[in-house]
């Protein structure tokens, strides 16, 4: 699981000319999926997300996660993170997880975000959205979790 995590003072996403997903000051994170990703490296990775110290303290600091702050949190499935770039001049899709088991392992994964977080917004799987941030900073990390070797499989309940 890779999420690319960004400080905003504001951020939403629209599908269909209907904002579908907005938070405040906090964290956007656009979230892909890769094969052998599994539910337990996507909680590690989202209790990072929730923990990662992006946020200024009062010396101006990065000292604070979104945990501290109470700040949004605004969830973007984004396959084309999963893509292989390391040759050509066209990505290669063959490393993503397949479309049904990233969509379960997305909305798993924003189930439990919202359980440990209050402020939780999403954008939508598979839909054509608009992005919208004004990023603070800007401040913009890249947070991934090594897949693993075994099949990819979505625990029931997890």
């Not at 900073?137 to 499989?153: A, C, I, N, Q, R």
């Amino acid at each position: 699981m890779i999420a690319l995590i960004q400080r905003v003072s504001e951020a939403s996403v629209t599908v269909d000319d209907r904002v579908v997903g907005r938070i405040g000051a906090g964290i956007l994170a656009l979230v892909g999926f890769e094969r052998g990703d599994h539910m337990q490296g996507a909680s590690r990775l989202l209790t990072r997300v929730l923990t990662y110290r992006i946020f200024p303290d009062e010396a101006g600091r990065m000292n604070l996660s979104l945990a501290d702050t109470g700040g949004g949190l605004l969830m973007v499935p984004q396959f084309t993170l999963a893509a292989d770039t390391q040759k050509g001049t066209r990505p290669g899709f063959s490393t993503a997880a397949a479309p049904d088991l990233a969509r379960s392992m997305f909305d798993q994964c924003l189930t439990l975000a919202r359980a440990r977080h209050a402020d939780v917004a999403a954008g939508e799987f598979g839909a054509h959205m608009k992005v919208a941030l004004v990023n603070d900073g800007p401040v913009t990390f890249w947070l991934k979790m090594p897949p693993d070797d075994k099949e990819l499989t979505v625990p029931a309940g997890a």
